[in-house]
């Protein structure tokens, strides 16, 4: 019997599900309507709010010190990495009232994984695997070295063999070894099992009964292709999963099958039970008919899948056995609305929180009959080594999840983030485009949307065609049109939509983002120059075509053992299609450089291994060239990801700066001497509204 739980919903949380209320059925003009009328509803509930107090720019940019908080499967014991000015270590707590302590005064490991057994912590690192004996048994310390030369990688904790974890390993760069791939089983004492070695590369596997291999998934072309007899000679595939079809392997089943989190017979991804004879059933899939499955917990002594998530649009949590229903049912009574994960023990639950309103994340212990006992609760967060406060909720802005028809007639999703006690209709609108193209905005907290939103901004996060999480159809939907084409239209289209309901003012409209997000905010600027008036441009290629050539040969995956140019091409971005190349290249930003009549600023790395600096110094000198209002930041030490502290505040506080000049809103809190040097520095570049 499968039970499906969805959160109870009251107050804000009531009010948001108004949105999502017409998405299981056919797209029409009454289910758009409804959208609009929720909207309303959503925008007076806002207005009534008071008008928030202004947060420090630093609340957003904190780092949590606390991190990787794993419960033992007995339910016994909690770790936890807690991290200050780079330094890491390792905390342990006996349940339920023990006193905290530190294990491990260093550890370069970012996540934990228990044994089976609750005897076993073992910390994966990027340099090598540590083990911490819990019950005081001997073998703590370092089990065997990763990445590197040994090319390793922690696969997972072995499941028939607690004192054990597999790895695989990839073959070394110089083809040495005959290019084998190999799974590992490796001991606490270091000892290993080869468990099956391959020319093609090893994706997962699934362990069985008597610790012996059941189920190999293997790359091979551009397809994950699953096998249940590996050794076999011939060896005949179970299952393919090709032109973006994927099959996650979640764990052994009994009878001899196989529970996957898929969409090898469907297009959204679902809980998936594959049995012996090869029959594929779809166990769970979201009730809304919207999202991917974003997570599966699983039982952490047998296995199998307790509780099934989706957080694409509104989160939602799923229990697949009666007794836990009725238990998770009184948890999500005390959260409300909120996004929950659930890590079963025997004895109790550790449950996660998180909210669109809630920076960061809260951790709760749950009895049997569910009630909640806060863990953690004084978890920080710290900014250039100075504790910041978590922000109150009370003052953060709600992010609402609504959808609106494009051109075509194609239904789309995405967030707007309303600010509190503000007259929507006359704020300015920022819309914010995320990176990837191939990722997705999700319903939780955003530091760039709830920073801006407290400046008083409407912040419009759309999850245009191309988008993950949504299901294949709505990825493959982009059809490689990536240019000025149908993914810039769906976002400009839903920046109109919103105008045409009383969101935003229209004259004062900018659009910002970084990576693909940045390259999407040039787009905005140069061809729709009378709806976006300034751009804010994080990490931006202006040439996609220029990324789509740097596919060809750049070792980097989409999909594990699957060469990042054969997904491209799946995705209608073959990185040899010569017309498909000369069209991006054409409707460029850095092509149309005179036809930008807005200032932009853009913010770089110069080690960004992604949009290689020349590109953007090209551009931004092109600018300067043409007469543009083209502002210019670059920290030569970033990469793409630009983690430096003083450098994120930089972004943010130029970002506010080019805002209030262009839109109208409140001018940044003043830099401190620091960061005025650190402009100096990096500042390469000021148009006039940095002047």
Known sequence: ????????????????????????????????????????????????????????????????????????????????IHERNGRRTLWLQALPDGKPRVVLPRTDAAELAWSADSRWLFLPGPRQLAVIGVAGQRGAGKVTALGGITRREFLWVDPMTPAAVLLRERPARNGGAEGRWRLLRVAVDGSETRLHEDVHPIVDAAIGPGGKLAWLMLAEGDAHVLYRHADAIPRQPVLRCAQM???????????????????????????LLLDAQGRLERVHEDPRGEADVFEVRLDPRDGRPRFVGYRSTVAQLHALEPADAARLAAIQRQRPGRSLSVDPGVARWLVRERGDTLRGERWWLADAQGALTEVLADAGFVFQGKPQLRPEESVMARKWPMRWMASDGRVLHGFVTLPPGVDVARAPLVVSVHGGPFNLVRPDFSNDAQLLANRGYVVFQPNFRGSTGLGRDYVLASKGDFGNGRVQQDIVEGTRWLLANGIGDAQRVGITGASFGGYSALLGVTFQPELFRVAVAGVPPADFSFVLREYLGSGHEMFPGIPMADSMRHLGLDPTDEALAARLAAQSP???????????????????????????????????TLGKDVSLFVDEDADHGIADDRSREAYYFLMERMLHETLGGPAPEPADAALQRHLQQYLRLSGTGLR
């Not at 409804?34 to 925008?43: F, M, P, S, T």
């Open 1 to 80: 019997m499968i039970v499906r739980i969805l959160f109870r919903m009251s107050g804000a949380a009531a009010l948001a599900s108004l949105f999502l209320a017409a998405s299981a059925g056919a797209a029409s003009p009454g289910a758009m309507a409804q959208e609009a009328a929720a909207l309303r509803a959503a925008v007076a509930s806002e207005r009534a709010r008071p008008v928030a107090p202004r947060v420090p720019r630093a609340t957003f940019l904190a780092q949590a010190q606390v991190q990787a908080v794993a419960l033992s499967p007995d339910g016994d014991h909690l770790a936890w």
């Open 245 to 271: 079809r994927r099959c996650g392997l979640l764990g052994h089943a009994a009878g001899d099958g196989l529970w996957l989190s898929g969409n090898a017979d469907g297009d959204r991804t679902a809980l």
């Open 590 to 624: 850095a092509a149309n450089a005179a036809a930008l009549h807005r200032p932009v600023l853009i913010l770089a790395g110069g080690q960004d291994e992604r949009v290689p600096i020349r590109g953007v110094t090209h551009y931004a000198a092109l600018l300067r």
